[in-house]
C-alpha cells in the first residue's frame, strides 16, 4: 500500500461546481498535512496546511479524520483558475520527511 | 514572501557529465531539500540537509552527492549523468518550526 494515495483524476467539474478531493495515508504517526497546488510544468505551492480542526480559506475547506486516515479538500464555486494538480503531503514531526501524493488533477470547464 | 531560486529552468547534458544544480533561499531556513519529479512517481526525496554542512539521504540518493557550504544554499550534484536522470528537479526549505515548504521554480534536466 502507498502511503499516501490520491485519485489522479482528472475531474472534470463546470465552473461554479463543489468539488472534493480525498487523501488516505497509512502512517498512523504523521503529524502534520498539506495541500499543494501544481500548475503545469510549474513547482508546487502550498495551498493549505491541514489542523485537527480543519481549515478554511476563503473557498477551501480542508479536513483531517485521524480514526479513517483521510484528509480532504473541497472547493466551492470552482474557478476556470482553479485547474491544476493538487498534492497531498503528509510529514511525521521530527523526521523531516514529506510524503508526497501524486496528485489529483483538476479541470474546471467554462 | 519567501523566494527559493534555482540557477536554471531548462538543463540539457550529456551521459557522463559532471552536472551543478544549485539552490538558494533569502528566508533564513534550516531545512533545504531536492527531490526530483517524475510522472506518475510524484516527488521521491533524494537529500536534505537540516544545517550547514549537514545532509542526510532521502529515499533516492544512488548518483547523487549535495553540498551545503552555507545556510542559504543548497548543491546537488549528479556525478556521471545518466539518460535516467532526466527529470524535473525542485528544490524546497522549510523553517523546521512550521513544517510547510517553500519549493523553486524547479529544474527540467535532459541527459542525452
Known amino acids: 500500500r502507498k502511503e499516501v494515495e490520491q485519485d489522479p483524476g482528472p475531474f472534470n467539474v463546470p465552473e461554479g461546481a463543489t468539488v472534493a478531493f480525498n487523501c488516505t495515508y497509512s502512517?498512523?504517526?504523521?503529524?502534520?498535512f498539506f495541500w499543494y497546488r501544481q500548475d503545469c510544468r510549474k513547482e508546487p505551492k502550498l495551498l493549505m496546511s491541514?489542523?485537527?480542526s480543519g481549515n478554511e480559506d476563503g473557498r477551501f475547506t480542508a479536513q483531517l479524520n485521524r480514526a479513517s486516515q483521510y484528509i480532504s479538500l473541497l472547493i466551492r464555486d470552482s474557478k476556470l483558475s482553479d485547474s491544476a494538480t493538487y498534492l497531498c503531503v503528509e510529514s511525521t514531526s521530527g523526521t523531516y520527511k514529506y510524503i508526497f501524493g501524486t496528485g489529483t488533477r483538476l479541470k474546471v470547464l467554462a | 514572501d519567501v523566494k527559493v531560486t534555482q540557477s536554471s529552468r531548462y538543463l540539457v547534458k550529456r551521459t557522463g557529465e559532471k552536472v551543478f544544480l544549485e539552490c538558494v533561499q533569502d528566508m533564513d531556513h534550516e531545512n533545504m531539500f531536492w527531490y526530483r519529479q517524475d510522472p506518475g512517481l510524484g516527488l521521491r526525496l533524494i537529500y536534505f540537509s537540516y544545517d550547514v554542512k549537514m545532509k542526510e539521504k532521502g529515499d533516492i540518493p544512488e548518483g547523487y552527492s549535495v553540498s551545503r557550504e552555507k545556510k542559504e544554499r543548497f548543491s546537488l550534484i549528479l556525478e556521471s549523468a545518466s539518460t535516467n536522470q532526466t527529470s524535473m528537479y525542485l528544490c524546497?526549505?522549510?523553517?523546521?518550526?512550521?513544517?510547510?515548504?517553500?519549493f523553486g521554480p524547479g529544474t527540467r534536466l535532459t541527459v542525452t
Open positions: 524546497a526549505s522549510t523553517t523546521g518550526v512550521s513544517y510547510e515548504q517553500y
Open positions: 502512517n498512523s504517526a504523521s503529524q502534520s
Open positions: 491541514v489542523y485537527s
